[in-house]
């Protein structure tokens, strides 16, 4: 770098631009050796490493790119026949190569032989695909994680004649026989309440026909459609909502008998088209129970939540490496940002909440994975673990988001840097799926009051603990008498019709407990593995800054948190006796 570059540095700083994002996370490497086995962490190492490398070049740009020049819908053809269509920029296809071609993340829990590997993969190793693609395009996320759910439903409840038909086309990684998914769900006169819905089917023959309106559908020219409709006579409420596969096309290649009425002009995720969807007697198949519809999307959104809160990790990741590339680049009034105390403490808010959310996204990650395998006892902390990720996780994006584009000031808000986006894009992971009070009330109401699914948290919190024999038992002692203060305080909200209101507070503790037991235990298993106890530090500071309320007159800053901070932001692995030390000092 000359000297003009250097002075020009120091002005605006630099941003993350070719920076490899798997390297420049050890964490993401450490969590999944912890999770993984050995074999399998080792094939997929070479290929998040290439990812990484990419999604901090030329992936990055495409998402720009694909970002500014939106998606068009045309009604007709040149020569003036009706002809839907949607077009995208190239730097769109891009995207699309890259995530459903090259690396296959769609696929990955369905087709063997992704990636080289000779079985499927697991979902914790599926999600640091979704982790690190979706620091560069987090709009992209949705259709990646549609198709996989499509493909997950037809294969769970979908009948032989079906599977054959249409299942191989959603989990190809050859784009020219790729069959992208979608779900259409949400309607005008319900939203998040489902059993109101109006759209109707009716049987003719093998199949049946839809009629009614779908209000907001993303992916909304996706090959393969899996929605909720009501079969005529059916009863109403949930119980009588039925699940169904929609082709966009017919069996002769003529379109299907639906419409898009046009697209969603949204404030992120810009580069995927949504739109709204007028159903004319549509032809589709019943997928599954008719009575049962409601149920088993339901199981299809709890792993589309998981999938939301590791998007919104992403999010923080890739506005964390931002805001360290500023506070580490620049230099004012003489001094870098990043030595500078108030900065510092704007950096630790926002690596905290960060690293929470990854050490959940994990924690629930693996809990699917054994579930998936038939643990009953994962089954149900999975029902805990995913509203509560989803709803606190996506809400931290947003603050986290906001605070790394104040780190680099008046110019992060400008578009050509990658923290606008980013903090446009946050603001859909908390809708998605459920809004935050939808999700909230999913975990304590019906996640703890009707499934008892606080028990299971509880257990594998203390199993934790228990495992975690090189951290202080005091500080263990400590967080088992937080993990069981804060399941009672959830099954008291849970149990109270008139404390519906508190249920996002419940909600939060049970994931600031839970974030900093995993921590915790990371924090053990990472310094047997190879002698670093950092993750512990942060344990501490998950209790001390966003669970127990401070003194509003306080002095906050000690000697022991400045100390916790030059770990953190500092390079240097931190070994147990020190950390030790200072998670239990005053």
Wanted: glycine letters at 10%; charged letters at 25%.
């Amino acid at each position: 770098m000359n000297a003009q570059s250097k002075i020009v540095a120091n002005m605006i700083a630099p941003d993350t631009s070719g920076m490899n994002f798997y390297r420049a996370d050890p964490a993401l490497t450490d969590l999944l050796r912890i999770h993984l086995p050995e074999a399998l962490f080792k094939h997929i190492e070479p290929h998040l490493d290439r990812l990484g490398g990419l999604v901090g070049g030329p992936l990055d740009e495409a998402a720009r790119m694909a970002d500014k020049h939106v998606p068009v819908l045309h009604q007709r053809d040149k020569f003036g026949r009706d002809a839907q269509w949607i077009e995208y920029h190239p730097a769109y296809r891009e995207l699309e190569r890259a995530a459903f071609g090259e690396f296959g993340i769609h696929a990955m829990s369905h087709r063997k032989g992704i990636l080289g590997w000779p079985t499927t993969y697991p979902v914790v190793a599926k999600h640091a695909f979704t982790f690190l693609f979706n620091q560069a395009e987090f709009g992209m996320g949705c259709p990646i994680n549609v198709t996989d759910g499509a493909a997950k439903l037809l294969s769970n409840y979908g009948d032989a004649a079906l599977k054959e038909k249409y299942l191989d086309g959603l989990t190809q990684t050859d784009i020219a026989k790729l069959t992208q998914g979608g779900q259409f769900m949400t309607e005008k006169e319900g939203g998040s309440d489902v059993g109101k819905l109006t759209t109707t089917a009716v049987q003719e023959g093998d199949h049946w026909r839809l009629t009614g309106e779908k209000w907001f559908c993303s992916n909304a020219d996706a090959e393969i459609v899996m929605l909720l409709a009501r079969p005529e006579g059916a009863e109403g409420g949930t119980r009588g909502v039925g699940l169904f596969l929609m082709p966009r096309r017919l069996d002769d290649g003529s379109p299907n008998h639906y419409r898009i009425v046009r697209l969603k002009d949204k404030l992120g995720t810009r580069s995927m088209a949504s739109g709204e969807i007028k159903l004319e007697g549509a032809i589709a198949y019943a997928v599954g129970k008719l009575d049962r519809g409601f149920v088993q999307m339901a199981e299809m959104v709890n792993s589309s939540r998981l999938s939301n809160g590791v998007k919104s990790t992403s999010l923080m990741r890739r506005a964390y490496h931002d805001a360290m590339a500023v506070a580490r680049g620049r230099v004012v009034f003489g001094q870098r940002i990043v030595d500078m105390p108030l900065a510092r403490r704007q950096l630790m808010k926002i690596m905290l909440a960060t690293e929470q959310a990854l050490s959940m996204s994990f924690l629930t990650a693996d809990a699917l994975d054994r579930a998936e395998g038939g643990s009953q006892d994962a089954a149900a902390l999975l029902r805990i673990l995913t509203p509560t990720l989803k709803f606190r996780a996506t809400r931290d994006a947003r603050k986290v988001c906001g605070d790394a584009m104040e780190m680099r000031g008046g110019i992060g808000y400008i578009e050509e840097f990658a923290t606008a986006r980013l903090l446009r894009d946050a603001h859909l992971g908390s809708i998605w799926e459920g809004t935050g009070n939808i999700v909230a009330l999913d975990a304590l109401k019906r996640a703890v009051g009707r499934h008892g699914a606080e028990a299971a948290l509880a257990a594998d919190l203390h199993a934790r603990l228990d495992d975690s024999t090189s951290v202080p038992q005091a500080w263990r002692n400590r967080l088992r008498d937080l993990v069981d203060r804060a399941i009672g305080f959830a099954r008291e909200v849970a149990a109270r019709a008139d404390n519906e209101a508190d249920a996002r507070r419940a909600t939060s503790s049970l994931y600031h407990v839970a974030s900093a037991v995993a921590l915790a235990w990371e924090g053990h298993r990472i310094h047997v593995m190879r002698g670093d106890a950092r993750r512990l530090l942060l344990s501490r500071l998950v209790i001390d800054h966003r669970l127990m309320a401070p003194d509003p007159f306080a002095v906050i800053d000690s000697a022991t948190q400045r100390a916790i901070a030059e770990h953190l932001l500092g390079e240097q692995d931190v070994g147990m006796a020190e950390a030790g030390e200072l998670v239990m000092a005053v």
